[in-house]
């Protein structure tokens, strides 16, 4: 979905996240994200909003591969990276299940029949049970080699992860305390292989130039700056490997106020210089409105809107996306006397007998809807 004349640089698809805790009767299973597809091309910068707990940050996690997903695919640059099996596995269990329940029913049949007919019956049971076993045998085998494809394919493409690196909101969590800003900037060019000291003094410089610090910064410790600065030596440890494609996790929402602005500004610099393409994970609107080029909202591990910035604040459909804008403080004293916000509450729709499914309502814009509701947005839109 989205500008579909571009190759994306980024391609999810049904991506799900459940994580099971507890066995048995006290099993529990939380669908963090539960089926969510989008694209973001070249360049752009792709807000992924909704509040704490929707399964963003496990959305990022799960591209970048620090889980691996219950099911879904994600391709960076036209290549498979991450994968699930949920869906090869149900289908194996399924292809199991139809063949029991074929042998149970002939057999059945079998013991019913009289005598006289049992002895040309048994003949003719076994063959159709040979039979059923032979595609519950080949449907499994379908199913595995599948399996083993996307592994191959997923191993031939584990290089493509380095150029994509993620950012996280806590800068002084994600920094190794008892590392020099230059071997903690420096560890994934070792990673890589390059050893050469020289070379990693001339990279590390670059790159603390980039986000604004300076050479004699690389001898000091995380501890000796401030969360503005931490979060630039954050920056410049992703920056190091050449990354295409960045994930930045609520990067500012640590910070304060006043450092905020520098480090998306410091972001937009880098979109804008090196054509790094980024996706912002925020918990408020406010924050990516003006950084965004297009905004997905998410709502309980689903997305519900997915727009350009502009046309998402101009014609929001998603009561959940209204509710969420309405949270958002305006520079306009009066406007904000009079602001109300508006609460969401999903037993609003009515989806036991049609269920909702994301769709383009207009070109690029999708919601999250079904078909009665998508017919009352469009009188919104007209
Ligand atoms: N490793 C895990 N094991 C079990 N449950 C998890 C795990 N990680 C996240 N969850 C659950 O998945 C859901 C989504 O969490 P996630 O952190 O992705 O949301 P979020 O929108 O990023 O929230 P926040 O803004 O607070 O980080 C939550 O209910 C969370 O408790």
Redesign the pocket.
């Known amino acids: 979905m989205g500008r579909k004349d571009e190759t994306p640089v980024l391609s999810v698809k049904n991506l799900k996240q459940h994580?099971t805790?507890g066995i048995g009767k006290n099993k529990l299973v939380?669908k963090?994200v539960d089926g969510v597809s989008f694209d973001i091309y070249k360049g752009e910068v792709f807000g992924l909003v909704?509040e704490?707990?929707?399964?963003?940050?496990?959305?990022g996690r799960s591209i970048i591969k620090l889980y691996e997903p219950t099911d879904g695919e994600v391709y960076f640059l036209g290549n498979l990276i991450s994968a699930g099996y949920k869906e090869n596995k149900e289908a194996i269990k399924r292809a199991k299940q139809i063949a029991k329940d074929k042998i149970k029913t002939l057999k059945a049949e079998l013991t019913e029949a009289s005598d006289a007919d049992k002895e040309t019956l048994k003949i003719k049971t076994d063959e159709l049970i040979k039979e059923v076993k032979a595609e519950r045998d080949a449907a499994i085998e379908k199913e595995k080699a599948e399996i083993e494809r996307k592994k191959k394919e997923l191993d031939a493409n584990y290089e493509l992860m380095k150029k994509m690196q993620m950012i996280f909101q806590d800068p002084i969590a994600s920094l190794n305390p008892r590392m020099t800003v230059k071997e903690i900037i420096a560890e994934g060019l070792r990673i890589s292989g390059i050893k050469d000291p020289r070379v990693i003094n001339d990279e590390v410089n670059k790159v603390l130039e980039t986000v604004g610090l300076l050479p004699e910064h690389a001898s000091r410790y995380p501890h000796e700056f401030s969360g503005g600065q931490r979060q630039r030596i954050g920056i410049a440890r992703a920056l190091i490997v050449n990354p295409e494609f960045i994930i930045a996790d609520?990067p500012i929402s640590a910070l304060d106020v006043s450092i905020q602005a520098q480090v998306i500004n410091l972001l937009n610099d880098l979109r804008e210089r090196l054509g790094i393409t980024i996706m912002f994970?925020a918990?408020d609107l406010s924050v990516i409105k003006y950084f965004s080029d297009r905004i997905g909202v998410?709502y309980y591990g689903n997305l519900v809107e997915l727009a350009d910035a502009d046309e998402l604040f101009l014609n929001p459909l998603h009561p959940y996306t209204k509710s969420l804008l309405s949270a958002v403080p305006q520079p306009d004293p009066r406007y904000e006397k009079t602001r109300k916000r508006i609460v969401y509450d999903p037993r609003m729709h009515d989806y036991v007998q049609s269920p909702p499914k994301l769709q383009e309502i207009k070109k690029d814009h999708w919601v999250l809807a079904n078909d009665e509701e998508i017919a009352e947005y469009k009188k919104v839109l007209k």
């Open positions: 994580f805790s939380v963090a909704g704490s707990g929707c399964g963003k940050t496990t959305t609520e994970i918990h998410m």
